[in-house]
C-alpha cells in the first residue's frame, strides 16, 4: 500500500475533521459550477456492477458510503430501490435533503454507521475506504455488518498500477514540507484482496478502471503536459482505450460477497 500525500492549508489535526472539512468544501464548489450531474448508466462504476444490481429484487435496499454529491442514491431511488445515501459532510447532507426531500441521506462516519446488522442487500462505496491513515479495516468491518448474508459491496480505491509504482522507484524524494498530510491509500489488486477478505468477504471481481483519467494524469506528471490542453484531454481519450488497464488505470474496483453463513 502506498500513500499519497497534499498539501493542505487546514491546520486540523483531527483526520475526521479534515475530511469532513475538506470535503464539505469540495463540494461547495462543484454544487456552485453546477458539475454535479454524471449520467449514471454512464459511468464506469455503474456499467461495472449492472449485471449485479439487475438481479436484485426491486424491494432491495441499497446503501452509499460516501455518496458525496448523492447523484447515485437518487439514481437507484428513482429505479424504484431503497436507496440511502450516507456521508460524513453534514453541510453536504442537508443540502441533499433539502433538494431531494423524498430520498434518503444520512450524516455520519461510514465506520460506525449506527444502522442495523444485516439491513441492506448490496453496499456501494466509490473513492471513500482510502480515506483514513490507519487503514480501511474499520470501513470494511462495517460494510460487513450491515450487508444481509449473500449481499454484495462494490468499491474503488486508487490504485497503485504499473505507472504509479515505477514512479515512486525512480522519483527523487521530494523536500519535506509541514503543510503536507496524508490524502489516501493506493493499493494493488493483492492489497486491495487481502484487505477484503481479512474481514470475511469472499472476492468476486477486481477490474481496473478510470483509464482516461489515469492516463491524463500520466501526460500532466509523468510530461508535464497541462491537463487543460485539448490536445492532452484529446489524446488521453483516444489512447486509454487500447491501452493496458494494470498500467494507467486511475482506480480499482472490487466486487465481494458476504457468505450465506
Ligand atoms: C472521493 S469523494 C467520493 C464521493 C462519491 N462517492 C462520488 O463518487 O462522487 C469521498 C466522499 O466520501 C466522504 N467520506 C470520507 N470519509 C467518510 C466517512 N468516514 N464516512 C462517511 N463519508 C465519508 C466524503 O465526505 C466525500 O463525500
Not at 8 to 28: G, K, L
Not at 45 to 68: H, N, V
Not at 76 to 95: A, N, V
Not at 142 to 159: C, D, N, Q, S, W
Request: glycine content about 8%; overall charge positive; hydrophobic content about 40%.
Amino acid at each position: 500500500m502506498r500513500k499519497d500525500y497534499i498539501i493542505s492549508s487546514h491546520d486540523t489535526v483531527d483526520e475526521t475533521a479534515f475530511v469532513e472539512r475538506y470535503w464539505t468544501e469540495m463540494w461547495d464548489k462543484v454544487a456552485d459550477r453546477g458539475q454535479h450531474a454524471r449520467k449514471i448508466e454512464n459511468t464506469e462504476e455503474y456499467r461495472a456492477i449492472e449485471t449485479y444490481i439487475r438481479q436484485l429484487p426491486a424491494s432491495a435496499k441499497l446503501l452509499d458510503g460516501g455518496c458525496g454529491l448523492g447523484d447515485f442514491v437518487v439514481y437507484f431511488h428513482d429505479r424504484g430501490f431503497q436507496s440511502l445515501g450516507y456521508d460524513i459532510s453534514r453541510k453536504t447532507i442537508s443540502l441533499l435533503q433539502q433538494r431531494f426531500p423524498g430520498v434518503a441521506f444520512q450524516d455520519g462516519d461510514i465506520r460506525k454507521t449506527g444502522l442495523p446488522d444485516a439491513d441492506v442487500d448490496a453496499y456501494y462505496s466509490w473513492g471513500v475506504f482510502e480515506h483514513f491513515e490507519n487503514g480501511m479495516k474499520d470501513c470494511v468491518t462495517e460494510a460487513y455488518r450491515v450487508l444481509k448474508p449473500g449481499g454484495y459491496l462494490f468499491i474503488t480505491v486508487p490504485f497503485d498500477n504499473i505507472r504509479q509504482s515505477l514512479r515512486a522507484a525512480f522519483e527523487a524524494p521530494k523536500p519535506f514540507d509541514k503543510r503536507s498530510r496524508f490524502y489516501q491509500w493506493r493499493f494493488t489488486r493483492a492489497e486491495l484482496a487481502r484487505e477484503i477478505e481479512a474481514c470475511g468477504f469472499k472476492l468476486d471481481r477486481l477490474q481496473p478502471l478510470s483509464k482516461r483519467e489515469g492516463l491524463l494524469r500520466s501526460f500532466m506528471h509523468d510530461f508535464g503536459l497541462p491537463g487543460h490542453w485539448l490536445l492532452t484531454r484529446g489524446a488521453s481519450r483516444a489512447l486509454a482505450p487500447i491501452m493496458p488497464g494494470a498500467l494507467i488505470g486511475h482506480m480499482l474496483l472490487a466486487v465481494a460477497r458476504k457468505p450465506l453463513n
